[in-house]
């Protein structure tokens, strides 16, 4: 009998052939002791996110559903969702995106500079969280100081060490923050400057109930807090696993080297393949019938979508990683109203990581020793990631 846990550390580690045997011998799973059920086959995840009315958001992104009834704009459900997302989406509009491209380019460009003569660095205590945190912080204006103090809380607020779901320090982390942000906010109010958050503060939206008003202190906390650690967890993630998939696969890596056209495919293939996000929390709104089973009404269910990604269903060869592969659809930003509103940003942020470090580092090889495993609830990804670059020369 299968057994799955996004808690266990090992089921993390060998996640892949876990999500086949739920795909082909429990496809609506229930795990009894944490009383959750899970999608895993690609159709079924895909409708579950096209039907908000019967997989409700509203208890939380992920099983232990600490941001339950939290202002976030991902545990919320239509009407509410709706104005908030119109109000957010306000950020990432296409222009903007694309304006950032030339300072992205810099930004990369000089954190891997600095390891040009080096042996090697971590790809991603030095790059791959650096890079997004520092296009976040300057959207929204995160002081560069408290960066580094964004980051290490954003990793303890996600980090799950196998043994308690809801650890005390990552609540503690999540009050750190938003602590944090509402001074932000208050200083923002004095001295507002040309950044998103101070945009959002000024606009006047229509609420649920059709009145007209504008977001309170609160909520611009938390809207800091969602963009900062969506911002920038998702992208450190994708960029390293990126890295191991094309050590893993050398030949493609020489195809893009030779082609960099060819990157932002890779880089739908690489969302694909090893997705940062592998699942997604919703609340069953009523009695579920799916594949002869029934998930009862008001029960947790995730949508795994680093599962779908691998769904023989729908992808021929699914474990094999092709930067060729012709699909025009995944689901590793989500789909349907919760649709990842960084995803223009995502793709544009790693497709000039890849871009870059291509360029410089070609041959690079992952270190024999020193790649650490992160372990979350829903987010999948390194903590370390160290890679040689200039092989000393041989003595003799
Ligand atoms: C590779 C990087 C990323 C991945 C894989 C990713 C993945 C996702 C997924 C799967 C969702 C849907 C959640 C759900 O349905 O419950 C989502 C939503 C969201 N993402 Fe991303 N994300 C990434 C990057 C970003 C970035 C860079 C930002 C912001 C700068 C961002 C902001 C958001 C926001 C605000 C939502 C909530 C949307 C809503 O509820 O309407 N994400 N993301």
């Not at 050590?247 to 060819?262: F, G, N, T």
Request: proline share 5%.
């Amino acid at each position: 009998m299968v057994e799955y846990s996004p808690f266990v550390h090992a089921h993390v580690d060998n996640c892949y052939a876990i999500y086949k045997q739920l795909r082909d011998d429990a496809p609506v799973f229930h795990n009894e002791e944490l009383d959750f059920y899970a999608l895993s086959r690609y159709e079924d995840v895909l409708s579950a996110h096209l039907d908000p009315g019967t997989f409700s958001s509203k208890m939380g992104a992920t099983i232990e559903g600490i941001d339950a009834g939290q202002p976030y704009l991902i545990v919320k459900d239509p009407p509410e969702h709706t104005w908030h997302r119109k109000i957010v989406s306000r950020v990432f509009t296409p222009r903007r995106i694309s304006g950032l491209e030339a300072f992205i380019r810099e930004t990369a460009a000089g954190y891997l500079d600095d390891h040009r003569e080096a042996e090697g660095f971590d790809v991603v205590t030095d790059f791959s969280f650096r890079l997004p945190l520092d296009v976040i912080g300057a959207l929204i204006d995160i002081p560069p100081d408290l960066r580094e103090e964004v980051h290490h809380k954003s990793d303890v607020l996600a980090a799950r060490d196998g043994k308690e779901i809801r650890p005390d320090a990552a609540i503690q982390a999540s009050m750190d923050l938003i602590a944090m942000f509402a001074g932000l906010v208050a200083e923002r109010r004095k001295r507002p400057g040309d950044d998103v958050i101070s945009m959002l503060m000024e606009t006047d939206v229509e609420d649920e109930t059709g009145a007209t008003r504008r977001m309170d202190d609160n909520e611009l906390a938390h809207r800091f807090l969602e963009l900062a650690f969506a911002g920038h967890e998702t992208v450190a993630k994708l960029i390293a696993n990126g890295v191991v998939a094309l050590a893993w696969y050398p030949d493609q890596r020489r195809e893009l080297v030779a082609d960099p056209s060819l990157i932002p495919t890779a880089v739908e293939e690489m969302l694909r393949w090893d997705p940062p996000s592998h699942y997604q929390g919703r609340w069953s709104t009523r009695d579920i019938e799916l594949h002869g089973k029934t998930i009862p009404a008001e029960k947790r269910v995730i949508l795994i979508t680093g599962s779908a990604g691998h769904d023989e269903r729908q992808y021929d060869n699914a474990e094999l990683f092709d930067i060729h592969r012709d699909f025009d659809r995944h689901v590793s930003f989500g789909f349907g109203i919760h649709l990842c509103l960084g995803a223009a940003l995502a793709r544009l942020e790693t497709r000039i990581a890849f871009e870059e470090l291509l360029a410089r580092f070609p041959d690079y090889d992952i270190a024999d020793t020193g790649v650490v495993r992160q372990y979350s609830s829903n987010v999948r990804g390194l903590q370390n990631l160290p890679i040689v670059i200039n092989r000393p020369a041989a003595v003799g």
